[in-house]
T-cell receptor, first 116, second 110 residues
Framework: GAVVSQHPSRVICKSGTSVKIECRSL??????MFWYRQFPKQSLMLMAT?????????EQGVEKDKFLINHASLTLSTLTVTSAHPEDSSFYIC????????????FGEGSWLTVV | DAKTTQPNSMESNEEEPVHLPCNHS???????IHWYRQLPSQGPEYVIH???SNVNNRMASLAIAEDRKSSTLILHRATLRDAAVYYC???????????FGGGTRLMVKP
């Protein structure tokens, strides 16, 4: 079946540095991918909608200059956490819907970010 | 604004049926209703989805109200492995806009 892969699955970075998380659709193309954040024992929270070839749409309260999203191809979206702080430590997940079957959603396995 | 709501938590006994509700009162006519579940530290896992008619698969059943403003995920016989957070998600026909509830944490007692 369709697979969405995230890389890295776990990353530790120093406070003040930037870290990039990739979301790839391995066997389908997606014009739209979604990014979520999840703090421990809390619900998934939608951060932004990533659109291939255009700017991402951010949910209220999510800083677009801090969470840079690039969707340069139909199989890859990246989320860059800039100037990371310990409070950005979280589980980041992406999802994608295939162009060929837009009514389905495939989630990635998630990426753990720890900022020290 | 589109809004999808779910109860925060529910409890069930093992081997008993579980009905997990979701309200999506602002759903449009072409939005699909999806259900996913999530175990700790994992990405959400697909459970079932539908548009208007009730749906059945090996994992669960999905009952959709006639006005589509609510739906119910039915686990026919809960097992301990069904303990998870269940998310109800609305996805538009173009696949570029989704709304999801806060999730229901299902606890299954042996």
């Amino acid at each position: 079946g369709a697979v969405v892969s995230q890389h890295p699955s776990r990353v530790i970075c120093k406070s003040g540095t930037s870290v990039k998380i990739e979301c790839r659709s391995l066997d389908f193309q997606a014009t739209t991918m979604f990014w979520y954040r999840q703090f421990p024992k809390q619900s998934l929270m939608l951060m932004a909608t990533s659109n291939e070839g255009s700017k991402a749409t951010y949910e209220q309260g999510v800083e677009k200059d801090k969470f840079l999203i690039n969707h340069a191809s139909l199989t890859l979206s990246t989320l860059t956490v800039t100037s990371a702080h310990p409070e950005d430590s979280s589980f980041y997940i992406c999802s994608a819907s295939p162009i060929s079957n837009r009514n389905t959603i495939y989630f990635g396995e998630g990426s753990w970010l720890t900022v020290v | 604004d589109a809004k999808t709501t779910q109860p925060n938590s529910m409890e069930s006994n093992e081997e008993e049926p579980v009905h997990l509700p979701c309200n999506h009162s602002t759903i449009s006519g072409t939005d699909y209703i999806h259900w996913y579940r999530q175990l700790p530290s994992q990405g959400p896992e697909y459970v079932i989805h539908g548009l208007t008619s009730n749906v059945n698969n090996r994992m669960a059943s999905l009952a959709i109200a006639e006005d589509r403003k609510s739906s119910t995920l039915i686990l026919h016989r809960a097992t301990l492995r069904d303990a998870a957070v269940y998310y109800c998600i609305q996805l538009n026909n173009a696949g570029n806009m989704l709304t999801f509830g806060g999730g229901t944490r299902l606890m299954v007692k042996p």
